[in-house]
């Protein structure tokens, strides 16, 4: 299992939206958030590489989103 660990512009009220979305794109994953942080972190549990697809999407829904190494 990977964790993959992205800096984003999510706030408290998208949460919501945000794991409609995640709930779509990667059924089988787990995530959670730590908002408190400087860097409003989203962190993936998944089995696949699906840092792209979620970069990709959140900035398509008008987020900040980047991976971090």
């Known amino acids: 299992m990977n964790i993959y660990v992205f800096k984003t512009s999510i706030e408290p009220q998208d949460i919501r939206s945000v794991n409609e979305l995640l709930r779509t794109l990667i059924p089988n994953c787990t995530w959670n958030y730590d908002l ?3 860097d409003n972190i989203l962190r993936v549990e ?12 959140l900035r398509m829904d008008g ?3 980047e ?3």
């Open 36 to 38: 408190e942080d400087c």
């Open 63 to 65: 987020f900040y989103c």
């Open 46 to 57: 998944s089995r696949k590489n699906i840092a792209k697809l979620i970069c990709f999407h």
């Open 67 to 69: 991976e971090l190494e």
